[in-house]
């Protein structure tokens, strides 16, 4: 069974640091895709940033209002995406959740973690 996990959320202030991590189990694709996603409250969930493996070949994408902020790679020490936020800004606050898909690109995706709680606020 295809399990994600997700850690790292912390409370950080303005201008900080955090690093994410998704570790996902319970499957050997060639060709997959992991994609980070955040919501708040009243708000529709956000695609943050999308990490495809395509037989070999990584790819990835941020989303334009991380751009330059955060980056996503992958961790092939312990199956994970990592999810790296640089210059955190209150605006940032939210639950962060990533999410497993066989295709090679994020779009709907097939499985979700729980989340991960990241608020940043002085």
């Known amino acids: 069974q295809l399990q994600l996990v997700e850690s790292g959320g912390d409370l950080v202030r303005p201008g900080g640091s955090l690093k994410l991590s998704c570790v996902a189990s319970?499957?050997?694709?060639?060709?997959?895709?992991i994609g980070w996603y955040r919501q708040t409250p009243g708000k529709d969930r956000e695609g943050v940033a999308c990490?495809?493996?395509?037989?070999?070949?990584?790819?990835?994408n941020v989303a334009d209002s991380v751009k330059g902020r955060f980056t996503i790679s992958r961790d092939r020490g312990n199956n994970s995406v990592v999810l790296q936020m640089n210059s955190l800004k209150p605006e940032d606050t939210a639950i962060y959740s990533c999410?497993?898909?066989?295709?090679?690109?994020?779009?709907?995706?097939?499985?979700w973690g729980k989340g991960t709680r990241v608020t940043v606020s002085s």
């Open positions: 990490l495809t493996l395509n037989d070999g070949i990584t790819i990835t």
């Open positions: 999410a497993f898909t066989r295709k090679h690109y994020c779009g709907t995706m097939d499985y």
């Open positions: 319970g499957f050997s694709l060639v060709t997959y895709s």
